[in-house]
């Protein structure tokens, strides 16, 4: 295997692993959410943006390498490396507004 594609390989590991993990955390936190511990679905959260943030990292590394003609052919391990980082974001959205909820209905004493 040349260079490039261990790069590439090794970088779309990263981000499906850091995407994985996150997803996780925010199905976590939107468990606890709905269980009403705010503060255990807060700090889920963060450490979920934490492994996102390093996912993102890797893509931005491989989309500089692309901006370069560095990396040839896509390969469909990166395509789907996306995907796993994109469809984490949107359970980010969703953990955000499962603790939104939470607040506000513990303000109205709704359980």
Same mark, same amino acid.
């Given at each position: 295997?040349?260079?490039?594609?261990?790069?590439?390989?090794?970088?779309?590991?990263?981000? !499906?692993?850091?995407?994985?993990?996150?997803?996780?955390?925010? !199905?976590?936190?939107?468990?606890?959410?709905?269980?009403?511990?705010?503060?255990?679905?807060?700090?889920?959260?963060?450490?979920?943006?934490?492994?996102?943030?390093?996912?993102?990292?890797?893509?931005?590394?491989?989309?500089?390498?692309?901006?370069?003609?560095?990396?040839?052919?896509?390969?469909?391990?990166?395509?789907?490396?996306?995907?796993?980082?994109?469809?984490?974001?949107?359970?980010?959205?969703?953990?955000?507004?499962?603790?939104?909820?939470? !607040?506000?209905?513990?303000?109205?004493?709704?359980?």
């Amino acid at each position: 295997m040349d260079e490039v594609n261990s790069f590439v390989e090794s970088a779309c590991m990263e981000i !499906i692993a850091g995407a994985g993990y996150a997803k996780s955390l925010f !199905i976590e936190a939107c468990d606890d959410a709905n269980k009403n511990d705010v503060e255990s679905a807060k700090a889920k959260i963060a450490e979920a943006k934490e492994a996102l943030e390093g996912a993102h990292k890797a893509h931005f590394e491989l989309i500089t390498k692309e901006a370069n003609n560095e990396l040839g052919e896509v390969k469909l391990l990166l395509v789907h490396a996306e995907d796993q980082m994109m469809s984490c974001e949107i359970y980010e959205t969703m953990a955000n507004k499962f603790v939104d909820l939470s !607040i506000a209905l513990s303000k109205l004493n709704v359980k």
